[in-house]
């Protein structure tokens, strides 16, 4: 199909390690975000971006946490040190222009941090 | 400060029954737009419904319902004779144009089982 794909699925990484995830929004979109959704809670904001421009970051917990999208198409978060805390599920959103459309959700990155 | 309030973590229902989710959201801005998804088991958010501030009208899409009231800030759902496939955990979601993007607020969510 052409939903947006996350990739890996599932990933585990030791504390302090780097990770990188991965979102292909659906193909035309301009407009494209980030969530963190942890155990039995909503999504919870973390950027977006705007083609290439990320206009809101207001929402990464740190400066650990870093997003770019330098094509306007294919996004990738990045979280560095990785701490207990970022274990959760990061998914990525997709939408068509730039008001208020809804949002196509990927199927996320369950992130363990042991 | 919560924007968007889902008070009923947990509800049961045997199927055919119907269920009503409540939703509560606050905002200082005259023009927003409310979402609902569903989030499966499998984990993808599916898009249900958007609505704007300035469409009060309630909305029915086959066993789907959504009553908007502004005077109580609510925009609750109805599932009208549940089957077993409506089991999942539904969000309410809210987006402000103060923001200038379309991020979404999240409430907490609510998991419906249906018991067959």
């Known amino acids: 199909g052409a939903g947006v794909s996350q990739s890996p699925r599932y990933k585990v990484a030791k504390r302090g390690q780097d990770v990188a995830l991965r979102c292909d929004p659906i193909?035309?979109?301009?407009?494209l975000f980030w969530y963190q959704q942890a155990l039995g809670q909503g999504p919870e904001f973390l950027t977006y971006?705007?083609?290439?421009?990320?206009?809101?970051k207001s929402g990464l917990p740190s400066d650990r946490f870093f997003a770019e999208r330098p094509e306007g198409s294919v996004s990738t978060l990045k979280i560095q040190r990785t701490q207990q805390e970022d274990s959760a599920v990061y998914l990525c959103?997709?939408?068509f222009g730039q008001g208020i459309y809804e949002q196509y959700f990927g199927p996320g990155t369950r992130l363990t941090v042991t | 400060a919560q924007k968007v309030t889902q008070a009923q973590t947990e509800i049961s229902v045997v199927e055919k029954e119907d269920v009503t989710l409540d939703c509560v959201y606050e905002?200082?801005?005259?023009?927003?737009?409310l979402f609902w998804y569903k989030q499966p088991p499998s984990g993808e958010l599916v898009f249900l419904i958007r609505?704007?501030?300035?469409?009060?009208q309630n909305e029915i899409s086959g066993r789907y319902s959504w009553n908007f009231q502004k005077s109580t800030s609510s925009f609750n759902f109805t599932i009208t004779a549940s089957q077993v496939v409506d089991s999942a955990v539904y969000f309410c979601?809210?987006?402000?144009?103060?923001?200038?993007?379309?991020?979404?607020?999240f409430g907490k969510g609510n998991q419906v089982v249906v018991i067959p």
């Open positions: 905002t200082r801005d005259t023009t927003y737009y």
């Open positions: 971006f705007q083609n290439e421009a990320q206009l809101d």
């Open positions: 979601a809210l987006s402000e144009a103060l923001y200038g993007n379309n991020r979404l607020a």
């Open positions: 609505r704007n501030s300035f469409d009060e």
């Open positions: 193909s035309g979109h301009v407009s």
């Open positions: 959103a997709s939408s």
